[in-house]
């Protein structure tokens, strides 16, 4: 996650221009630290976490992936640990018939509704993949991307930010 991170960083952390990018003009954000401490009295939390996010939140407090810097309608958003639990709070009242135990949001997409998820329920098969959380679909028409978040993120960075 490490060598990732600094591949971000590098990649793009100053503005660069892409003509097949909606705006053309992006940049990656990554904000250094963990604030993982923060979270000691939730143990339960920080123990159910996959260990690539764990690493994530470790090195890196949130992060912001080919955001369109022109007009805000494009980009990823890794949400910090308070982030997360925040709007997974919103997610489990917005989305109750679709939420499951284990379910995390990490993520959210710019310029639309769509959410990155984290299945974090150790017991489950599914434990650790990731998936693109549709605004008004049922779960089952979800994009679930079978890969963790290192191997996504790896994805996203190769393809310069397209999601789909």
């Not at 960083?9 to 954000?29: H, K």
């Not at 009242?93 to 710019?110: H, T």
Request: hydrophobic content about 40%; proline content about 4%.
């Amino acid at each position: 996650m490490k060598d990732l991170l600094e591949a971000i960083e590098s990649e793009c952390s100053i503005p660069c221009v892409d003509s097949s990018m909606p705006g053309g003009l992006f940049r990656c954000t990554v904000e250094q630290g963990s604030d993982l401490d923060n979270f000691e009295s939730f143990p339960y939390f920080v123990n159910s976490l996959p260990p690539d996010l764990m690493q994530f939140w470790q090195l890196a407090t949130r992060a912001i992936l080919f955001e369109d810097i022109t007009y805000g309608q494009w980009g990823l958003r890794l949400l910090s640990p308070y982030e997360s639990l925040k709007e997974t709070a919103k997610f489990i009242v917005e989305r109750a018939r679709e939420c499951q135990m284990g379910d995390l949001i990490i993520g959210d997409f710019l310029g639309d509704s769509e959410l990155l998820l984290m299945r974090c329920d150790r017991s489950q098969s599914d434990f650790g993949q990731v998936s693109i959380v549709l605004p008004i679909d049922q779960r089952q028409d979800w994009y679930e991307l079978s890969m963790g978040l290192t191997t996504m993120l790896e994805k996203f960075i190769k393809a310069r930010g397209e999601k789909h």
